[in-house]
């Protein structure tokens, strides 16, 4: 994540992820799945920002940022504890043992209940960014075994720009940078419940193996990475939200090299040719007035380092 600090105020980009590959495994005893995804991080960011208070108090001010058309429904954003941001720095000052509080800025880009990551996003950011703020000076490691405790794709965004997540997201295993993917996005008019997706799919007879998608990413070899992507989640997602099969088909009129659903939905993405193609994908299906549509790219996060090295 990129991080900015100025005087008293740390302020951190929080990128959406994008799922190329989402196979599931087994079923856990503890309602979870076991699975294996190739997640990577994309220039659509959330901005959260802080400032230490010396009260204790954690005062939370999130809305949807102006460049964002009006009558755009991206979902909702949680206020107070019920956004994770305040979550995740309660859990962390309560670890750490400081007393200090923060005003905190959320400015929100990701749509909701879409499968982008946004809130896990959120929520790292918050580690790193209060890690700088109240001068904590933990680890990477330290700040992962916290974020899994709020959430699977947590860990993912402390570092990480591309990597193949195992568990239930929470084991990262990162992966050199590709050059960039151009990428669109498009979120429909509703969200879906991650519990409701999960908990309609199937685990296959026999699930697919991330590996052939992981080779051709080390290749560089997108059209080959396209060949190989799936998503188990997709026709559950599907059975609860007729925006899937919308979106599948309007993505296969673009000439994309792949195209499917990022996580448990709605949104729905196309990997493009180049800059150029996706920019003209992404004029066509506007005009299809389809929902939320961003023209986006794939970054890479500089990681912090890992052993006695401070995350920041």
Same mark, same amino acid.
């Given at each position: 994540?990129?991080?900015?600090?100025?005087?008293?105020?740390?302020?951190?980009?929080?990128?959406?992820?994008?799922?190329?590959?989402?196979?599931?495994?087994?079923?856990?005893?503890?309602?979870?799945?076991?699975?294996?995804?190739?997640?990577?991080?994309?220039?659509?960011?959330?901005?959260?920002?802080?400032?230490?208070?010396?009260?204790?108090?954690?005062?939370?001010?999130?809305?949807?940022?102006?460049?964002?058309?009006?009558?755009?429904?991206?979902?909702?954003?949680?206020?107070?504890?019920?956004?994770?941001?305040?979550?995740?720095?309660?859990?962390?000052?309560?670890? @750490?043992?400081?007393? $200090? %509080? +923060? =005003?905190?800025?959320?400015?929100? /880009?990701?749509?909701? *209940?879409?499968?982008?990551?946004? &809130?896990?996003?959120?929520? @790292?950011?918050?580690? $790193? %960014? +209060? =890690?700088?703020?109240?001068?904590? /000076?933990?680890?990477? *490691?330290?700040?992962?075994?916290? &974020?899994?405790?709020?959430?699977?794709?947590?860990?993912?965004?402390?570092?990480?720009?591309?990597?193949?997540?195992?568990?239930?997201?929470?084991?990262?295993?990162?992966?050199?940078?590709?050059?960039?993917?151009?990428?669109?996005?498009?979120?429909?008019?509703?969200?879906?419940?991650?519990?409701?997706?999960?908990?309609?799919?199937?685990?296959?007879?026999?699930?697919?193996?991330?590996?052939?998608?992981?080779?051709?990413?080390?290749?560089?070899?997108?059209?080959?990475?396209?060949?190989?992507?799936?998503?188990?989640?997709?026709?559950?997602?599907?059975?609860?939200?007729?925006?899937?099969?919308?979106?599948?088909?309007?993505?296969?009129?673009?000439?994309?090299?792949?195209?499917?659903?990022?996580?448990?939905?709605?949104?729905?993405?196309?990997?493009?040719?180049?800059?150029?193609?996706?920019?003209?994908?992404?004029?066509?299906?506007?005009?299809?007035?389809?929902?939320?549509?961003?023209?986006?790219?794939?970054?890479?996060?500089?990681?912090?380092?890992?052993?006695?090295?401070?995350?920041?």
């Amino acid at each position: 994540m990129r991080i900015a600090f100025d005087e008293d105020r740390v302020t951190v980009q929080a990128p959406a992820k994008l799922n190329l590959f989402l196979e599931l495994l087994a079923r856990r005893a503890d309602g979870y799945h076991d699975l294996e995804t190739l997640m990577v991080a994309v220039d659509l960011c959330d901005q959260l920002s802080l400032q230490s208070r010396d009260d204790g108090e954690l005062h939370l001010a999130a809305d949807w940022a102006a460049t964002i058309p009006c009558h755009t429904s991206l979902g909702d954003v949680p206020a107070g504890h019920d956004n994770i941001v305040v979550q995740a720095l309660e859990r962390l000052r309560e670890r @750490a043992g400081v007393s $200090l %509080g +923060a =005003n905190i800025r959320l400015r929100k /880009r990701i749509p909701s *209940a879409a499968g982008l990551g946004g &809130a896990s996003s959120d929520a @790292a950011a918050a580690l $790193l %960014g +209060a =890690n700088v703020l109240w001068d904590l /000076r933990w680890t990477t *490691a330290e700040l992962s075994l916290l &974020a899994a405790e709020l959430g699977s794709d947590v860990p993912f965004f402390l570092g990480a720009s591309a990597a193949v997540c195992r568990g239930r997201g929470e084991q990262i295993e990162p992966l050199p940078s590709l050059p960039r993917l151009d990428v669109v996005i498009v979120r429909p008019p509703e969200g879906l419940s991650t519990p409701a997706v999960y908990g309609r799919c199937q685990v296959a007879d026999s699930p697919a193996s991330v590996d052939p998608a992981v080779a051709a990413w080390r290749r560089g070899d997108i059209a080959g990475l396209a060949r190989h992507m799936t998503n188990r989640l997709e026709p559950a997602a599907e059975a609860l939200s007729p925006w899937i099969a919308r979106l599948r088909a309007a993505f296969a009129e673009q000439n994309c090299y792949g195209h499917q659903m990022s996580g448990s939905g709605t949104s729905y993405f196309g990997l493009c040719r180049h800059a150029l193609h996706a920019r003209q994908v992404a004029s066509r299906l506007r005009a299809r007035d389809i929902g939320y549509v961003v023209c986006t790219r794939t970054i890479s996060l500089l990681a912090p380092e890992q052993g006695d090295q401070q995350a920041a």
